[in-house]
């Protein structure tokens, strides 16, 4: 196909409003519409368990999709300073990445002023457009892009590794853009556009990912699970020229980094309204410290105001503009959890939310996380109200008590011990429970809390 032919494709498919309308493009398209043109996702047809058993909420799957963009725009940042990210010069950490290339000391995000924030923010976007009940979600990122020849070996690849050797960087498992996508209607659709930055001759390339469709003959063969595929052409995935594109960002042009689509996102209770509050309320509380800021953006409504910075539970606590916040503690867990003899130093902070008669701050701030276990300020596991009433024994500040457990300092085989590969869950064993009951001791001896209690 001539360039312009691939770029009218790529733009037939990014404006389609919802799943039916890109169900009905592959079935009018010679190309599109040929098994033959399609790859499974990973180079193996044997991929299903892997898109299919990694979060079980939809927000949690958008949160992994943050992450990597997060982790793009570290890595754009650390080729910008000349730095190989996986030599002994290269940050050590996502937090120590964030200060050398973002100025943004222990990510306080308040010491920007708005205008500072924004402009970061702006490099990453999630976009609602199309339909109203199951929206197209946008993720852009002004990161550091592929290019289409690379697809194959990173966003399109599976078990590899790819950022094992970068300290700074949150993926480790090379399966984060998977989750999303079982959340994408019923034909599970997502676009995948990038072009490589700081390369003059890069090009923009682009490949549609869906559930492959089994054919009779595949159901006569007994064909006991489909697999997930990528839009080929000619076993390559496209691509085309172009210096700027309009692909519906908050005050830019896209120019390089990556831009995926969702299609017909199913949002879980709570989130099907206007992603300028719904979903800043959840990214809030799933990113308690987070490393960078970003931006939400819904296109579906007339509305004054149509977008927010998302900048993290803890910088808005921090911040309390709206004086919510009645007390905060800080602790230090010192431990060696039983594990080689080695003391770990784990941060505890508590935040106490003042009595509101509508519970505001447990809509805002908490949800039902009331126990949170982070890493790089990503929620890894949590607990909700009982933990707050029965394990802690303070039943009046169920409601408006929210905790954090930060476990950046553990040691690598600790944190794979404690944490599910899908960062929803930890995992429930002996570990797990003695962090968990070393951290109630720890708070159950608080006097600030209890006297808070008493007074309730």
């Not at 308040?110 to 993720?139: F, H, S, Y």
């Not at 052409?233 to 120019?255: H, M, Q, T, W, Y």
């Not at 300092?409 to 995992?427: A, G, I």
Request: with cysteine; aromatic share 10%; charged share 25%.
């Amino acid at each position: 196909m001539k360039d312009i032919q691939v770029k009218e494709l790529f733009f037939k498919l990014f404006n389609c409003k919802n799943e039916a309308e890109v169900e009905q493009i592959i079935l009018n398209d010679d190309i599109l519409k040929n098994n033959a043109n399609w790859k499974p996702y990973g180079g193996n047809k044997n991929n299903f368990g892997t898109f299919e058993n990694q979060q079980n909420h939809p927000i949690p799957a958008l949160v992994e999709k943050i992450t990597n963009s997060i982790d793009a725009c570290l890595m754009k940042k650390c080729y910008e300073y000349d730095v190989n990210p996986i030599s002994k010069d290269a940050p050590k950490t996502m937090y120590e990445a964030v200060e050398k290339f973002y100025g943004i000391k222990d990510c306080n995000m308040n010491d920007l002023t708005d205008k500072e924030r924004r402009a970061i923010a702006e490099d990453i976007q999630v976009i609602a457009t199309g339909d109203m009940g199951q929206p197209n979600i946008r993720i852009y990122d002004n990161g550091e892009g592929q290019l289409p020849e690379k697809f194959e070996e990173t966003l399109l690849s599976l078990h590899r590794g790819n950022k094992i050797k970068i300290p700074f960087a949150q993926g480790k498992y090379n399966m984060g853009s998977t989750g999303a996508v079982v959340f994408c209607g019923d034909k599970k659709y997502q676009l995948i556009g990038s072009k490589r930055a700081n390369e003059d001759s890069a090009k923009f390339g682009f490949t549609l990912v869906r559930k492959h469709p089994l054919t009779q003959s595949e159901k006569d063969e007994n064909y006991r699970s489909t697999w997930y595929e990528y839009f080929t052409i000619e076993g390559k995935v496209p691509f085309f020229k172009a210096e700027s594109l309009d692909l519906g960002l908050k005050n830019r042009n896209f120019e390089s980094g990556t831009i995926i689509q969702l299609y017909s996102f199913q949002p879980a209770h709570g989130n099907k309204g206007n992603i300028s509050t719904d979903l800043y309320r959840s990214f809030n509380q799933y990113f308690y410290d987070l490393p960078l800021p970003f931006l939400v953006y819904d296109t579906r409504y007339d509305l004054k105001i149509d977008n927010k910075v998302i900048k993290g539970n803890r910088n808005r606590i921090d911040d309390d503009t709206n004086n919510n916040v009645e007390r905060t503690i800080s602790l230090v867990l010192e431990t060696d959890l039983d594990v080689n003899n080695s003391y770990f130093k784990i941060p505890v902070n508590i935040t106490v939310f003042k009595i509101q008669t509508n519970n505001e701050q447990d809509r805002q701030y908490i949800g039902n996380k009331n126990l949170i276990f982070t890493l790089n300020g990503q929620v890894h596991g949590y607990e909700g109200q009982s933990f707050i009433s029965k394990d802690l024994g303070f039943p009046l500040l169920k409601r408006c008590t929210l905790i954090s457990v930060d476990c950046n300092y553990l040691p690598v085989d600790v944190m794979q011990e404690l944490f599910m590969s899908n960062r929803t869950h930890l995992k429930q064993g002996k570990l797990t429970e003695r962090l968990r009951e070393e951290v109630i001791d720890l708070i159950k001896k608080n006097n600030t809390l209890k006297d808070i209690n008493e007074k309730r």
